[in-house]
């Protein structure tokens, strides 16, 4: 006698990152024997600090291994909130953070905390492809907001747009500055408009800080330091980036005490608590003067790499790129070379680069539903996880094959 499984009817609304399917096809090419040139995912192979690593094995050795509380150790929480603090000119207290496995589990367990089914959630399109998911997933409605761009491809928020979609019903806006997938980031003049706006609409707001500290020239400004919305954001903060720990699984949540009870509450049901091992390197990280050399020597390896890739994209006539002071990504508009090369479909373009040319990247299609109305074909370049001397080899072949009629 057989019987039928199926999930819950709930997983039809629950999405994906499209993008590891795009690691899985390069995975495929490799397997056949052929170069890759790894543009395609957001992951630091730089590695964390030695003193960091050090920290885990000597929390292992001592025993620290057990169960801690939901919220996190202490230490780790006071660590966090200072930190947060200094870079927004804001005080946080331990009260203020929740330390969660990873700063992706933020999404989802803020949005448990503060949506209701039917809650109205304005979120970047394109943008990280789990905002979507995780409103679809828990019943609220998604309202993807767009970017605008101008003569020179630079990207800022349409508040046209943001106007245009705001009802009564809409409770929470998403923001990413310093941005996935287009390394966009906010003026001053746009993070005190976008400000004005929270306020009018009494809106709450995660702010997904990611890519935050990962920066080449300038300052980040933050949205949070705008008077009114510290009391109405949570951060997503994370250690994957600033401290290449992207496999550690170590971020948290900083913001109201009330949300923070809440998404404490969410881990206690879920996973208990965050590893306290790892929880332990985390204090190292953020309190030991060695990892600040460490940090330097990151952020300066990801703008050499940045640099080679951007000396040869600025160079081919039909792509239309902007060279980020942030983050790790090239968001070139590659609609002028698929027409010169007979493509129509952004992921067909991507396919056959990744054949002819062994250049694996994401496209525009991985980073939630597209608008209505919107145009122009774009492609998303990560140099995290690829040293120069690919990135030179690979962004040459590339260059040469869209050059080839």
Not at 41 to 62: F, L, S, Y
Not at 71 to 95: K, S
Not at 136 to 162: I, K, N, Q, W
Not at 190 to 195: G, M, N, S, T, V
Request: aromatic share 10%; charged share 15%; with cysteine.
């Amino acid at each position: 006698m057989h019987s039928t499984i199926s999930l819950a009817d709930r997983f039809k609304n629950l999405g994906t990152e499209t993008v590891f399917a795009v690691s899985q096809a390069a995975a495929d090419h490799a397997a056949k024997g052929h170069t890759v040139y790894p543009f395609h995912i957001g992951d630091v192979n730089i590695g964390a600090a030695p003193n960091v690593i050090a920290a885990q094995q000597r929390a292992i050795a001592e025993g620290r291994a057990g169960y801690v509380a939901p919220q996190g150790i202490l230490p780790l929480r006071i660590a966090v909130a200072d930190d947060v603090g200094a870079h927004r000119g804001l005080r946080y207290g331990p009260e203020h953070v929740a330390i969660v496995t990873g700063g992706k589990p933020v999404i989802g367990k803020f949005i448990q905390a503060v949506m209701n089914p039917g809650d109205e959630v304005l979120y970047p399109a394109p943008g990280f492809p789990i905002y979507e998911s995780m409103i679809d997933y828990f019943g609220g409605v998604a309202r993807p907001y767009r970017f605008a761009a101008d003569a020179h491809g630079s990207l800022s928020l349409d508040f046209d747009h943001l106007r245009s979609i705001v009802t009564p019903k809409t409770r929470v806006l998403i923001f990413n500055n310093c941005h996935n997938p287009t390394a966009a980031e906010s003026s001053a003049s746009e993070i005190e408009r976008l400000a004005a706006f929270v306020l009018e609409n009494n809106l709450l707001v995660l702010s997904d800080d990611a890519y935050s500290e990962v920066r080449y020239s300038g300052r980040t400004h933050h949205l949070v330091s705008q008077p009114g919305l510290q009391e109405r954001t949570v951060i997503l903060y994370t250690f994957s980036k600033k401290f290449g720990m992207t496999g550690w699984r170590l971020g948290a949540a900083v913001g109201p005490k009330p949300i923070i009870d809440g998404i404490s509450q969410l881990n206690l049901n879920d996973e208990s608590c965050t590893t306290a091992f790892v929880q332990w390197a985390g204090v190292e990280a953020l309190t030991a003067p060695a990892t600040a050399a460490h940090c330097d020597m990151l952020i300066q390896t990801l703008r050499e790499r940045r640099d080679a890739a951007y000396e040869i994209l600025r160079t081919i006539p039909t792509l239309r790129v902007v060279n980020p002071e942030c983050a790790f990504y090239f968001y070139p508009d590659v609609s002028a070379a698929m027409q010169a090369k007979g493509f129509t479909s952004v992921n067909a373009f991507a396919n056959a680069a990744l054949i002819q040319t062994g250049v694996s990247f994401a496209t525009r299609m991985h980073f939630n539903r597209l608008h209505p109305d919107e145009t122009g074909s774009f492609i998303r370049l990560s140099y995290s996880g690829i040293g120069i001397d690919q990135i030179r080899t690979g962004l040459g072949a590339f260059a040469a094959w869209l050059a080839a009629t």
